[in-house]
């Protein structure tokens, strides 16, 4: 039986490139979506014509019960999964005395709590098995802060504090936990973006170039299929941030 992983935000931009170089090299895939159920159907189908199992499975990661539901979904379709990828988030660009609580708590859930719930409940049987990769996908903002983005700050930041701790929790279990922070990529996040502001982002990268939701793929196959790697923060960045 080949390896299965779980992405969340799998139907997103980047969700969707991390599917697919999981699927070219063999892996079943099981697709997480909250309301993007048509774009995730789609995306299984496309998985499928690889020659891969894929599965799209509705969860709203904040909640403990709608993650054990996916959980119990995937376990039955195809199995505990042997890697997880805690790719699901929001974004929130705004001033810091503007930002609601109700934004926040928005924020700190999806991209923090998603990934603690997330991952609570698929890593018990990683320990039953002594085998298992845990994948965050936090970013360069989480490693350096952003104005007008600080509870997006603080939950990616708070992602790579959890992935160095719980790296070293888990590790005599076999099991790795790394850390993977995009920097500008294309996606539609930077839609609202001018082509002069794209430029000057360019500028700042020492590569010069935008990075690809592929780029961030390889980078997280990389550390799943990496057996001494482990409490890992990789920056897939262009060397905007060193």
Same mark, same amino acid.
């Given at each position: 039986?080949?390896?299965?992983?779980?992405?969340?935000?799998?139907?997103?931009?980047?969700?969707?490139?991390?599917?697919?170089?999981?699927?070219? #090299?063999?892996?079943?895939?099981?697709? #997480? $979506?909250?309301?993007? =159920?048509?774009?995730?159907?789609?995306?299984?189908?496309?998985?499928? =014509?690889?020659?891969?199992?894929?599965?799209?499975?509705?969860?709203? %990661?904040?909640?403990?019960?709608?993650?054990?539901?996916?959980?119990?979904?995937?376990? +039955? &379709?195809?199995?505990?999964? /042997? %890697?997880?990828?805690? @790719?699901?988030?929001?974004?929130?660009? +705004?001033?810091?005395d503007d930002t609601t609580l109700n934004e926040w708590n /928005? %924020?700190?859930?999806?991209?923090?709590?998603?990934?603690?719930?997330?991952?609570?409940?698929?890593?018990? @049987?990683?320990?039953?098995?002594? &085998?298992?990769?845990?994948?965050?996908? &936090?970013?360069?903002?989480?490693?350096?802060?952003?104005?007008? =983005?600080?509870? $997006? &700050?603080?939950?990616?930041?708070?992602?790579?504090?959890?992935?160095?701790?719980?790296?070293?929790?888990?590790?005599?279990?076999?099991?790795?936990?790394?850390?993977?922070?995009?920097?500008?990529? /294309?996606?539609?996040?930077?839609? #609202?973006?001018?082509?002069?502001?794209?430029?000057?982002?360019?500028? =700042?990268?020492?590569?010069?170039?935008? !990075?690809?939701?592929? /780029?961030? !793929?390889?980078?997280?196959? $990389?550390?799943?299929?990496?057996?001494?790697?482990?409490?890992?923060?990789? !920056?897939?960045?262009?060397?905007?941030?060193?």
């Amino acid at each position: 039986m080949g390896k299965s992983v779980l992405v969340t935000g799998g139907a997103g931009d980047i969700g969707r490139d991390i599917c697919r170089v999981f699927a070219e #090299h063999g892996y079943d895939i099981a697709v #997480h $979506y909250n309301s993007s =159920e048509q774009a995730a159907i789609k995306l299984c189908e496309e998985l499928s =014509e690889l020659g891969v199992k894929a599965g799209a499975f509705k969860a709203d %990661i904040r909640s403990e019960e709608s993650v054990n539901s996916m959980y119990d979904e995937i376990e +039955k &379709s195809m199995g505990n999964p /042997d %890697i997880i990828i805690n @790719n699901a988030g929001a974004s929130l660009i +705004k001033l810091f005395d503007d930002t609601t609580l109700n934004e926040w708590n /928005d %924020i700190i859930g999806i991209n923090l709590t998603g990934a603690f719930l997330v991952t609570k409940r698929g890593i018990k @049987n990683m320990i039953r098995e002594k &085998s298992g990769a845990v994948i965050n996908i &936090s970013s360069m903002w989480g490693q350096v802060g952003a104005s007008c =983005e600080v509870a $997006y &700050s603080a939950s990616k930041g708070g992602m790579i504090a959890m992935t160095k701790a719980l790296a070293q929790e888990v590790g005599l279990s076999g099991i790795s936990v790394n850390c993977v922070c995009p920097g500008v990529i /294309d996606t539609k996040m930077n839609a #609202h973006l001018s082509e002069d502001d794209m430029n000057a982002l360019k500028d =700042e990268i020492p590569m010069g170039t935008i !990075g690809t939701g592929k /780029d961030v !793929g390889e980078a997280c196959l $990389y550390l799943a299929e990496s057996k001494y790697v482990t409490g890992q923060i990789i !920056g897939v960045n262009g060397g905007m941030v060193i």
